[in-house]
C-alpha cells in the first residue's frame, strides 16, 4: 500500500515536471530607505533615482535622508516645457523622464529632504498630476499653435505659475537638523558629484564602447548612454551589486510574465508556461543580443518604468534574480519589491545608472571613465 501511495506521487512529480514554488535566499541585500509610492503620477523616473541617491548617499556617509522625489520633479518640468516649445511641438511633452534627469535635476538645482519639499499632496495625501500635466499640455500645444506669430516670453512665466499651484514653489533656504541650507548647499554636503554617475546599455545598431543617443521617447533631454555587448552590459550590473553599488533601472514592464502581484519577472522558455511561471519555476528562454535587439525594434520591449535594483537573490534551483524596489507601494509584488530573472533583465532592461566606481575595471577603462 505504502509502495503504491509512493509511486503514485513519483508520478504525479514527473507529469508535473517537479514544478517548486519561489523560494527566495538572499545573495546579495545593499540597504536603501523603506518602499513608497508614486501613486497617481508618472513619476517612476524620479522615484526610482531618488532612491538610487538615497542608496548612495547611505553607502558613502551611512546617513539615511529622505529626499523629496516632487522636487526633482519641479525642477524639469520646465525643461520639458522649453524643449516642446522650442522645437515648436515637434516633441513629447509628458509625465515621463529617465534617471539622468534626476542627476541633472540635483546637478543644477540641488536636492532637498522630503519634509521641506511634499509637491503639495491632495487634500486626501495622495499624488495625482493628472490635471496639472493635462493644463500644461494644453498651454504648451497653444503656444505653438501658430509658429508665424511672435511668441511671448511670457510663457515660461506661465509653466511656472501652474507648476506652483498644483506642487507648490521651490523653497530657496531651509533648515535641517539644525543647519541652513540651500538647496545647492544640501546637495554638496551630501558629498555626491553628478559626474560620476553613468548610464549603460546595450543594443547592437550602435557601436560598443561609445556613447550614443538613445532614441526613446522620455529622452527629451538627450541623455547619452554608453553600449556595451550584452553579457558585458549584465556583468557591470553584476559587478555593482557585487561591491556595494545599487542601480537605477529603466525596463519594459509590459510581459505578461512581469508579476505585479506575484513579485517575480520572467521569460519562459516556453509559451505554455506562461500562466504558471509565476508561482512555479520553470525554464526560461536564453537571451541572445540578436533577439533582444529585435523585440526592441519591433516595439515589443520599450522604455516603460524605472525602478531600483538594490541586491540580488537565488531560488532552490540555483537560478539568479535581481531585487528591484518599485515605487508602487507595499502591496505591490512581494512588499513592494520584485524579483527579476537574469534573462527578463537580459532582455527587458533598456539601461542602468550607476557610479562609474561600480563598473568593472575593464569596462572603467575601456570607456575612459
Not at 24 to 52: H, L, M, R, Y
Not at 241 to 262: A, H, I, M, P, Q
Request: hydrophobic residues 35%.
Amino acid at each position: 500500500m505504502n509502495k503504491t501511495i509512493f509511486s503514485l506521487a513519483f508520478l504525479l512529480l514527473g507529469l508535473t515536471g517537479f514544478s517548486q514554488n519561489y523560494e527566495f535566499q538572499t545573495i546579495k541585500d545593499i540597504e536603501a530607505n523603506p518602499v513608497i509610492s508614486q501613486d497617481q503620477t508618472g513619476t517612476c523616473w524620479s522615484f526610482s533615482t531618488t532612491s538610487f541617491l538615497e542608496a548612495e548617499i547611505i553607502r558613502t556617509s551611512g546617513k539615511h535622508i529622505d529626499l523629496s522625489e516632487m522636487y526633482n520633479v519641479r525642477n524639469t518640468y520646465p525643461k520639458k516645457a522649453w524643449v516642446y516649445v522650442m522645437r515648436q511641438g515637434k516633441a513629447q511633452f509628458g509625465e515621463g523622464g529617465l534617471a539622468h534627469d534626476v542627476i541633472n535635476s540635483a546637478r543644477d538645482f540641488g536636492v532637498v529632504p522630503q519634509i521641506v519639499y511634499s509637491g503639495k499632496l491632495t487634500s486626501d495625501g495622495i499624488y495625482n498630476h493628472a490635471e496639472m500635466v493635462a493644463t500644461l499640455e494644453s498651454m504648451l500645444k497653444n503656444y505653438v499653435a501658430n509658429p508665424e506669430k511672435e511668441l511671448s516670453p511670457q510663457w515660461k512665466e506661465s509653466v511656472n505659475a501652474v507648476l506652483n499651484t498644483y506642487m507648490g514653489e521651490n523653497p530657496t533656504e531651509f533648515t535641517y537638523e539644525g543647519k541652513k541650507y540651500t538647496p545647492k548647499t544640501f546637495f554638496e554636503s551630501t558629498k555626491i558629484n553628478a559626474k560620476d554617475y553613468v548610464t549603460i546599455s546595450s543594443f547592437t545598431h550602435e557601436p560598443f564602447y561609445k556613447p550614443f543617443l538613445l532614441d526613446i521617447p522620455d529622452n527629451f533631454s538627450n541623455g547619452l548612454f554608453y553600449n556595451l555587448p550584452l553579457d558585458e552590459f549584465i556583468q557591470n550590473i553584476d559587478n555593482a551589486l557585487d561591491n556595494g553599488f545599487t542601480l537605477s533601472l529603466d525596463c519594459d514592464v509590459s510581459e505578461d510574465t512581469f508579476g505585479r502581484k506575484s513579485g517575480v519577472a520572467v521569460i519562459p522558455e516556453d509559451d505554455a508556461d506562461k500562466k504558471t511561471i509565476l508561482t512555479q519555476i520553470k525554464p526560461e528562454k536564453k537571451i541572445t543580443p540578436e533577439y533582444r535587439q529585435a523585440k526592441f525594434e519591433s516595439y515589443a520591449t520599450t522604455d516603460d518604468h524605472l525602478m531600483h535594483i538594490v541586491g540580488k537573490v537565488k531560488d532552490q534551483k540555483g537560478n539568479v534574480y535581481y531585487k528591484v524596489k518599485n515605487s508602487w507601494g507595499t502591496n505591490a509584488g512581494k512588499d513592494g519589491y520584485v524579483y527579476m530573472s537574469v534573462p527578463y533583465i537580459r532582455l527587458k532592461a533598456i539601461s542602468v545608472l550607476l557610479h562609474k566606481d561600480g563598473l568593472t575595471k575593464k569596462t572603467k577603462t575601456v570607456l575612459g571613465l
